[in-house]
């Protein structure tokens, strides 16, 4: 019995298990009195996509009541959806009607905030990003970890990567792949020759102009002269 209470706790956070961690880029730090940490909110819509549809096929939501406080705020009650419209919960989205504390420019875009807080409350109840709500990025520790996790893979950018014909030989550098192409030119008799010899390593030539400039510069300088020559010939 409580084999089968432990996979249903399980099955019940997979969900949350799989959208509660945050890619740093994501997130943005405003200040109420103290710096905090806050999701942006289209990654939150992106991420909703990814997992259940597009929106308005998938997931959605709707305006269900609107109120305006004696704070001067606008309030939102979200009626959230997912899979199915009649699954659906609601959340109140809230923000000020003015951009400053003394309450003279009011802020045009104050409903589509309201809105956009409902609609980020309501995915926060799903665990879309709870690791921001539970206030895990105030802590630099696991920031570090975070964007560790979600950093690129690093690129060895000094050696060129090997074709097929060179994949038993060791690796080079840059400088000697670059050597190596332009004595190789002497051996060729023919502009279909070159143009065999571009088509082929045009991968390489890529990540060689990205990654040394001066030997790809160098090398298309050797490329030209060479062709020049046997149009000359």
């Keep these: 019995m409580n084999n089968q209470s432990d996979l249903q706790t399980s099955q019940n956070k997979d969900l949350w298990?799989?959208?509660?961690?945050?890619?740093?880029?994501?997130?943005?730090?405003?200040?109420?009195?103290?710096?905090?940490?806050?999701?942006?909110?289209?990654?939150?819509?992106?991420?909703?996509?990814?997992?259940?549809?597009?929106?308005?096929?998938?997931?959605?939501?709707?305006?269900?009541?609107?109120?305006?406080?004696?704070?001067?705020?606008?309030s939102v009650l979200i009626r959230f959806w997912h899979g199915t419209r009649d699954n659906y919960y609601e959340q109140w989205g809230q923000c000020s009607l003015y951009i400053d504390k003394a309450a003279t420019k009011k802020d045009g875009d104050a409903f589509k905030k309201a809105t956009t807080d409902g609609v980020t409350k309501c995915l926060s109840y799903l665990g879309f990003n709870a690791d921001v709500f539970l206030g895990r990025f105030e802590d630099n520790k696991y920031v570090a970890e975070m964007e560790a996790l979600h950093a690129p893979p690093k690129v060895v950018s000094d050696e060129p990567p090997l074709d097929s014909s060179e994949a038993h030989e060791e690796d080079r550098t840059w400088a000697e792949w670059t050597q190596d192409m332009t004595d190789g030119f002497s051996d060729y008799s023919s502009m279909d020759d070159l143009k065999s010899w571009f088509s082929f390593n045009e991968e390489s030539l890529q990540h060689?102009?990205?990654?040394?400039?001066?030997?790809?510069?160098?090398?298309m300088s050797a490329f030209s002269a060479k062709k020049e020559k046997l149009a000359n010939d």
Excluded: M
Aim: some cysteine; glycine content about 8%; proline content about 7%.
């Design 17 to 74: 298990d799989s959208v509660s961690i945050t890619d740093p880029k994501n997130t943005k730090t405003i200040n109420i009195g103290r710096p905090l940490t806050v999701i942006k909110p289209y990654s939150q819509f992106e991420r909703a996509t990814e997992v259940f549809g597009p929106c308005g096929i998938g997931w959605g939501w709707g305006v269900v009541r609107v109120e305006y406080t004696t704070t001067n705020d606008i």
């Design 208 to 219: 060689l102009s990205s990654s040394e400039p001066a030997l790809f510069k160098k090398l």
